[in-house]
């Protein structure tokens, strides 16, 4: 398994994740199932994808538990992020 940031939220309707990095990298957001299914290197469905410039912003689709995951894909190097909730946006 690739190394990963990982944080957790508990997400409203109307909530937005902003993703602040100090480099590109996927940042994807995913529900408990697809994180589970993340983790274990298995297919899955997400919100977001590579992100080039920072910050990024992934609504969330509907209410919830949501993980915000951020890697590199498989290639070296390092990321620094932080993530927070904008409520509503």
Known sequence: MTNFLHHEFDLSANDTVEVALDNQANVRLLD??????????????????????????????????????IDLGGYAGTVRASASVLQGA
Do not use: E
């Open 32 to 69: 408990d199932t697809n994180f589970l299914l993340y983790k274990s290197g298995k297919q899955h469905r997400y919100h977001g994808g590579l992100a080039k410039t920072s910050p990024i912003r992934i609504a969330a689709p509907h209410a919830g538990h949501w993980h915000v995951v």
